[in-house]
């Protein structure tokens, strides 16, 4: 499977529809310790790149990362906007090889991650989407290092991905909205980290398909 742009179309298809099942559980999670916007401030993001999905798949990946991230930038509000604006800005800037291979992805995406860090001024362990983010960074790498096979990379990249939702749980909030609550942050999921998660999930049974039956 070669990695283009051309994936982009089912990919966000895939998440728009994946995020408007999950729309309320998203924003009861976002209620219980934010603002509950969350969901609707993605959706919009989500709206803006489902019109441009066509004109992206003819781009190359600096291209087309550098568009998705102005128009999440410019779509979506909240905390999370500029996160993903940033995110895949930086993505733009990392991207090399065209089209990627498994390394040259985990070196862009880690970069991308790295950013987010930065404009965030969070670390792991403080109960956001980076806790998705980067110990799906962190397989990435080590998955590449091992050359393994990219069926199993996208089953194992998905468990790190729900694994990382997961153990925001019983973390404190120090980052966000989130913060002002406390110890009461305890207990309850990050909204950015499940649709992350939902996100990531998404992607990878868009690719697994394209694995078993290349269009
Ligand atoms: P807002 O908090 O401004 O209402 P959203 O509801 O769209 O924005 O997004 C909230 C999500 O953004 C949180 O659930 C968390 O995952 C993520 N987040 C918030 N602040 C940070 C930060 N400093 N670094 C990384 N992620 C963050
Ligand atoms: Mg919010």
Not at 63 to 92: D, E, N, R
Request: net charge negative; with cysteine.
């Amino acid at each position: 499977m070669t990695l283009t742009p051309a994936l982009l179309p089912p990919i966000i298809e895939a998440i728009a529809e994946v995020i408007e099942k999950n729309a309320e559980e998203i924003t009861a999670l976002d209620q219980a310790i934010g603002d509950g916007d969350h969901v609707i401030n993605l959706q919009r993001g989500i709206q803006a790149l489902m019109a441009h999905r066509d004109d992206l798949s003819q781009l190359d990946w600096v291209a087309a990362w550098q568009k998705i991230g102005m128009t999440l930038m410019t779509a979506v509000g909240g905390a999370s906007g500029s996160l993903y604006g940033t995110l895949f800005m930086a993505l733009s800037k990392a991207a090399r090889e065209q089209p990627l291979d498994l390394q040259s992805f985990a070196n862009t995406f880690t970069q991308g991650v790295e950013a987010v860090k930065q404009r965030g001024k969070a670390v792991a362990g403080e109960k956001t989407m980076l806790d998705v983010y980067i110990p799906v960074a962190e397989y990435l790498q080590t998955a590449a290092a091992n050359s393994v096979a990219l069926p199993d990379v996208l089953a194992n990249v998905s468990r790190v991905a729900i694994e990382g939702m997961e153990s925001t749980r019983d973390m404190l909030a120090t980052k966000g909205r989130a913060s002002f609550l406390q110890e009461r942050s305890l207990g309850h999921i990050d909204a950015g980290a499940k649709t992350g998660q939902l996100m990531i999930c998404a992607i990878n049974e868009v690719l697994s398909r394209q694995l078993t039956s290349p269009a």
